[in-house]
């Protein structure tokens, strides 16, 4: 089940010259330490708002300027119609990349093929390259190969301290009863935490995200549903939500528990102990300044510098809920909550199109940016004084 959940990790984008009147990218700016991309989206924290827009059959990936609310592709070749093969914004397919120092990174898959083993049968080889494009040139230079798919079901990567980190999938193998690969699908497969360091190309295989042999005996849809979502950084580390379809009195239901990898020791956490009670709950939001996990009626918030996380009681938070949290202030479905007080208010922030309260994004000097709920689309900038009255 994959879903485009409206999720933003800390990122240094670009320089206003970046595309915004069709130059060269010039004198970038040195990226911040991290740039996570849930394929999606990426946003910095004072500038940019990257995100993958729909645009006839495929995404288009955008930016979006805080200070003067343009919205323009991520390219800077002067009259380019964005259809060419050798253009960025067709390049990505509608991902979001990784920023680094003018340049940025993003990995492209290639179609599966059939290839016989050593027994004569056929089974699916999975092939994906890590790219790197100059801005400032319009040049692009493969990096990497992996043996696995990576960009087309964006499942989240990081440029970290000069390392990629990525969700490594490769598909569920459905095989006949002579063993024989018949087909495959794009969730229940394997898949894994790997990382490409930039400085030799190390490729390193660090663990498996999920145990799909343990999962299928409690919940036989897992095989067919499940997946895993990079949601970003804190605290040095990475955190994921691992979802499945999970049945329950006769209903089936889309189910996440929260893993996260330390950076620290390199140990994987999270992983249930029973998994016939497991706790389900999810990441909903993930960056520098903050994370919050989110259960049913209620949402913990850890923040840096905190000893303690702030705990808050909800009839909307359940492991779905997406959340923003800027300054000492959480957004969530057209209410704010003062992490310092537990406060509610329900601030002045008008509805999208299909009535439900847009999102917050981001915030700019003494504004916020908003958006429909759960798109990326029709983006507005308003005074805080105004939305928090």
């Known amino acids: 089940m994959k879903q485009r959940f409206l999720k933003y990790g800390a990122a240094m984008i670009a320089a206003a010259s970046l595309g915004m009147t069709g130059c060269a990218a010039k004198d970038l700016p040195a990226p911040e330490r991290a740039s996570f991309a849930s394929g999606y989206h990426n946003r910095s924290s004072d500038r940019f708002f990257c995100y993958s827009a729909p ?10 300027d805080y200070e003067s609310m343009n919205e323009v592709p ?61 801005l400032r040139t319009n040049t692009e230079e493969q990096l990497q190969a992996v043996e696995s798919e990576v960009g087309n079901n964006c499942y989240g990567w990081m ?38 360091r930039l400085s030799d190309m190390q490729l390193t295989e660090h663990c498996d995200l999920y145990d799909m042999e343990k999962l299928r005996q409690y919940y036989p849809l897992a095989p067919n549903s499940g997946e895993v979502y990079m949601k970003g950084l804190y605290d040095n580390k ?107 208010r329900e601030p002045e922030i008008p509805n999208d199109a299909f009535g439900f309260p847009k999102t917050v994004v981001a915030k700019y000097g003494d504004s916020y940016i908003i958006s429909d709920s759960g798109m990326q689309e029709n983006f507005e900038k308003i005074p805080a004084e105004q939305l928090l009255k």
């Open 55 to 64: 645009v006839g059959e495929f995404g288009r990936t955008t930016l979006l």
């Open 74 to 134: 991520l390219c800077s070749k002067p009259n380019c119609n964005h259809r060419s093969n050798d253009c960025i914004v067709k390049r990505l397919n509608g991902n979001v990349p990784m920023f680094g120092e003018n340049c940025i990174y993003y990995f492209v898959d290639d179609t599966p093929y059939l290839k016989y083993n050593d027994d004569g049968n056929p089974g699916r080889v999975y092939h994906s390259e890590l790219c790197r494009y100059d």
């Open 159 to 196: 440029l970290y301290d000069n390392t990629v980190y990525f969700v490594a999938h490769r598909y569920n193998e459905h095989v006949d009863e002579n063993g024989f690969g018949y087909s495959g699908t794009n969730t229940g497969g394997e898949m894994k935490l790997c990382s490409i």
């Open 238 to 344: 990475i955190y994921f939500n691992v979802g499945f379809v999970a049945e329950s009195n006769g209903d089936a239901h889309y189910r996440f528990y929260v893993t996260y990898y330390d950076l620290t020791d390199g140990t994987y956490h999270g992983t249930p102990e029973d998994y016939g009670n497991i706790d389900f709950a999810g990441t909903a939001y993930c960056a520098e300044n903050a994370l919050v996990i989110c259960r049913l009626g209620e949402a913990r918030i850890y923040r840096k510098g905190m000893e303690q996380p702030v705990e808050l009681s909800d009839a909307f938070f359940n492991e779905h809920t997406d959340v923003t949290v800027l300054d000492d202030l959480l957004f969530c479905d057209g209410e704010v909550f003062d992490l310092n007080t537990k406060e509610v």
